[in-house]
């Protein structure tokens, strides 16, 4: 299995702040990597697909970034909306995909 | 816009089987596989296995002695079923589509694989 590794684990920070939370696959999985946004409650959701591609109708403040091992997630100004749980995600070895552990974005 | 409907029984004793059933509107059915993926409380996410509409199925191996995926085609609907289920089995389960977008390389093509449609989840707890 390729295991996925976020950190932190959980971030706070303040609306209006930029935020970068970091994914790091145990082999090299190229860009085979997505982002999703999890709330309390709600399935998650597809922000990032293929390392850097933003999935339709997500807002340009959320971008990613990286190849290989290490994979970054990358809030530009955080917004009310934006506190919630992400998650990387490896493509690489589809069907077989695995998750990270979640990344919990708090309010400061 | 697709949406994906499910349900199933909330709640087991050790050793029964998890039975759910997502049904798919306003989508294309074929051409896409469909997943199980499971939460436990507090935990993050677990791919349980998928189909697609000619039956093809793919299993999460830590899982497939217990797992059995189905589609039934003319109600555009899959399922799962999960047996001898014990408390590490207490999740919520999502259904899901795999989608994808294909990028034409130098040589090769490059399919990049992501869950794109969710459910809005089935809680299932398994207590005695």
């Known amino acids: 299995d390729i295991q996925m590794t976020q950190s932190p684990s959980s971030l706070s920070a303040s609306v209006g702040d930029r935020v970068t939370i970091t994914c790091r696959a145990s082999q090299s999985i190229s860009s085979y990597l997505n982002w999703y946004q999890q709330k309390p409650g709600k399935a998650p959701k597809l922000l990032i697909y293929?390392?850097?591609s933003l999935q339709s109708g997500v807002p340009s403040r959320f971008s990613g970034s990286g190849s290989g091992t290490d994979f970054t997630l990358t809030i530009s100004s955080l917004q009310p909306e934006d506190f919630a749980t992400y998650y990387c995600?490896?493509?690489?070895?589809?069907?077989?995909?695995?998750f990270g552990q979640g990344t919990r974005l708090e309010i400061k | 816009q697709v949406q994906l409907q499910q349900w199933g029984a909330g709640l087991l004793k050790p050793s029964e089987t998890l039975s759910l059933t997502c049904a798919v509107y306003?989508?294309?059915?074929?051409?896409?596989?469909w997943s199980w993926i499971r939460q436990p409380p507090g935990k993050g996410l677990e791919w349980i296995g998928e189909?697609?509409?000619?039956?093809?199925?793919n299993y999460n191996p830590s899982l497939k002695s217990r797992v059995t995926i189905s589609v039934d085609t003319s109600k555009n609907q899959f399922s799962l079923k999960l047996s001898s289920v014990t408390a590490a089995d207490t999740a919520v389960y999502y259904c899901?589509?795999?989608?994808?977008?294909?990028?034409?390389?130098?040589?090769?093509?490059?399919?990049?694989?992501?869950?794109?449609?969710w459910g809005k989840g089935t809680t299932v707890t398994v207590s005695s």
């Open positions: 899901a589509r795999r989608g994808g977008t294909m990028v034409r390389g130098v040589i090769e093509q490059y399919y990049y694989y992501y869950m794109d449609v």
């Open positions: 306003g989508g294309s059915f074929s051409g896409y596989y």
């Open positions: 995600q490896q493509s690489y070895s589809t069907p077989a995909i695995t």
């Open positions: 293929a390392a850097s």
């Open positions: 189909i697609n509409h000619s039956g093809s199925t």
